[in-house]
């Protein structure tokens, strides 16, 4: 798992964090 330690758009660091666990678990899509 791959996480950015830069600070960029948080919202477009949580998406990329949402996608990445959602590849491993299968979760229910959570807004």
């Given at each position: 798992?791959?996480?950015?330690?830069?600070?960029?758009?948080?919202?477009?660091?949580?998406?990329?964090?949402?996608?990445?666990l959602?590849?491993?678990l299968?979760?229910?899509?959570?807004?």
């Amino acid at each position: 798992m791959h996480l950015v330690v830069v600070p960029i758009d948080y919202s477009e660091n949580t998406r990329v964090l949402v996608d990445e666990l959602r590849e491993r678990l299968p979760a229910p899509q959570t807004p």
